[in-house]
């Protein structure tokens, strides 16, 4: 992809190894929130490190317009997600790293990008935004605070 110069151009970035049902899920509700945004282009990145079971093949009829990669299964996450990272570098606005894992509301790229927005107003040129994340439930989860 070139870079179309726009201010909302995306790359989700995603490894996982195994976890078939959550993978499926997380890109479900990941595709459920692009539907959902206000002017932004994704790309979606996403790294099978070795599965043994048949997900790629299913990725692949589900959701033809992902990027898949293919690793050796000694990746991780950290590998994974390097891998996928220097595949997208440099021809994006903006990089989201989405755990394989984490299923993300119909709203979360639109407040990602306004939240980051509204950190550059404060002068920040670069930066970096976290999400809480949570079960479901209301429990916070991944050093979330509740507070």
């Not at 550059?120 to 479901?136: E, P, Q, R």
């Amino acid at each position: 992809m070139e870079n179309h110069n726009k201010i909302n151009v995306v790359a989700i970035l995603i490894t996982f190894h195994n976890n078939e049902n959550e993978v499926l899920k997380c890109l479900y509700h990941l595709y459920k929130s692009i539907e959902n945004s206000n002017n932004i282009e994704s790309n979606i990145y996403i790294v099978d490190d070795g599965s043994k079971n048949n997900i790629t093949s299913i990725i692949k009829k589900r959701y033809p317009k992902v990027n898949l990669i293919q690793g050796n299964g000694s990746l991780y996450w950290n590998g994974g997600m390097t891998l996928a990272w220097k595949k997208a570098i440099g021809q994006y606005n903006y990089y989201i790293w989405l755990n394989s894992d984490t299923y993300i509301n119909k709203n979360a790229l639109n407040s990602i990008l306004n939240d980051y927005k509204q950190i550059n107003k404060l002068h920040c040129k670069d930066g970096i935004i976290t999400a809480a994340c949570h079960n479901g439930y209301g429990k916070f989860t991944y050093g979330g605070r509740d507070k």
